[in-house]
């Protein structure tokens, strides 16, 4: 296969059997691919990033692409690896507790968790830590688990790293779950490393994509890896539970179901025999914009690159207010200081899942993209007709933002007079 200038074995077309349908137009995530005069599909090897995408949706196989598949090494290439411990069965989910609630990422874990579980013939199970969270274990049942484990304990009112990990660790040891899914918020991914820690076993962060393989019942784990530009599918062949943090906002909660039967044990609980941490005081942090939430805006107004103007960003929080949503932006806006991260939507910054989200200047990165997944409808408006978000959006404006945005406020007003 021909390979860039970046050793990066990319795609060809094979013009004889182009049809020049666009599907791997639509596909190439780097807009690699272009039709030419002559009515045949052309990828630039500079941009193409070698993902295959173009080969596996092309409809007359007209995409000559060979992905190498690494070579399982033999046991005694491998050196003495333990063999697979069985006995593990059940996806297991965390249930953060915050001002004793369930957080929302939990319960999207559970309609996922309820998936997987299918998959793998087996049970929900959920894991409930804290002081007084009998609710919330009533909450697991409803929302999907099929048997809700519960430490409940004073020591485990507040969070602290050492006396959370060792009890969900003791745990996982006592249940054995086979999988066990974890938010990706502060707490999760700060917990998540300690667990893993302490039982040995992988941690996938971050991910955006899980299924099961049911030839080997292997979690698969995707997540953006090289600065956002590829997506890794990464998996735990030898330890259990496998790991793996989601963010909020990328999985769809299941409908909530009072009538709902599940078991809710209360396994016994000893701290080991050790000087656990104490909690002598706890100060609630007030930071800058910490007032707003964007995960929460039913629709979003995000500024790009291409809208960080500080003189025209009062569009922007017109076209907001005459949505009923929030401001937000991209990376490249942070960075430039004209917005807070608390602002920020990608993988880097926040996940998001509004009905509406509007995307102006917004070039669409990878990073960005997956961020935005979970919005129900996307409108986009940039200057250049080429930009990668148009691909994900339901509406597209091609055109000056400086024109454009004037004109959707003044309809918008029209129509809601």
């Not at 579980?117 to 009533?138: K, T």
Request: glycine share 10%; proline share 7%.
């Amino acid at each position: 296969m021909a390979k860039n200038t970046k050793g990066i074995e990319v795609a060809e077309i094979l013009p004889d059997r182009c049809i020049a349908c666009r599907i791997c137009i639509g596909e190439c995530p780097t807009a690699a691919i272009e039709l030419t005069p002559d009515g045949v599909a052309h990828i630039d090897p500079e941009l193409c990033i070698g993902c295959g995408k173009c080969h596996e949706s092309c409809p007359v196989d007209a995409v000559k692409f060979e992905r190498k598949m690494k070579r399982r090494l033999a046991r005694e290439e491998r050196g003495a690896l333990p063999e697979p411990v069985g006995g593990y069965d059940g996806v297991a989910v965390f249930i953060e507790v915050a001002g004793g609630a369930g957080v929302q990422v939990s319960w999207e874990l559970i309609g996922k968790a309820r998936e997987l579980a299918r998959a793998l013939n087996s049970r929900v199970l959920g894991f409930v830590l804290g002081s007084g969270v009998d609710a919330v274990a009533r909450e697991a049942v409803e929302y999907g688990c099929d048997d809700v484990y519960v430490l409940d304990d004073p020591r485990l009112l507040q969070y602290l790293p050492a006396v959370y990990g060792r009890a969900l660790a003791d745990l996982c040891e006592k249940v054995r779950p086979e999988i066990l899914l974890m938010g990706a918020t502060h707490l999760g991914r700060d917990l998540a490393a300690v667990v893993a820690t302490l039982l040995k076993t992988g941690l996938t962060a971050d991910c955006t994509g899980l299924s099961i393989e049911e030839e080997t019942r292997l979690l698969l784990m995707t997540r953006p890896t090289f600065g956002g530009n590829i997506m890794a599918t990464i998996f735990c062949e030898h330890r259990r539970p496998q790991m793996s943090t989601v963010r909020p906002m990328v999985m769809r909660p299941p409908e909530k179901d009072p009538r709902r039967q599940g078991t809710i044990h209360h396994p016994p609980w000893e701290p080991p025999p050790m000087d656990l941490p104490v909690l002598v005081d706890f100060i609630q942090g007030v930071s800058p914009g910490s007032g707003i939430d964007i995960t929460r805006s039913p629709a979003l107004v995000v500024a790009g690159r291409g809208a960080c103007d500080p003189s025209s960003f009062h569009l922007i929080e017109e076209l907001a207010q005459a949505v009923g949503g929030t401001v937000a932006c991209s990376r490249p806006v942070v960075e430039s200081g004209f917005m807070p991260y608390e602002r920020q939507v990608g993988q880097t910054g926040r996940t998001v899942a509004p009905k509406l989200y509007i995307g102006i200047g917004v070039s669409g990165a990878i990073q960005h993209l997956v961020a935005i997944q979970g919005a129900e409808k996307i409108l986009a408006v940039n200057s250049d007709p080429k930009a990668p978000i148009f691909k994900v959006a339901d509406v597209g404006i091609v055109g000056n933002y400086l024109e454009v945005v004037p004109e959707l406020i003044a309809q918008l007003k029209k129509r809601t007079g």
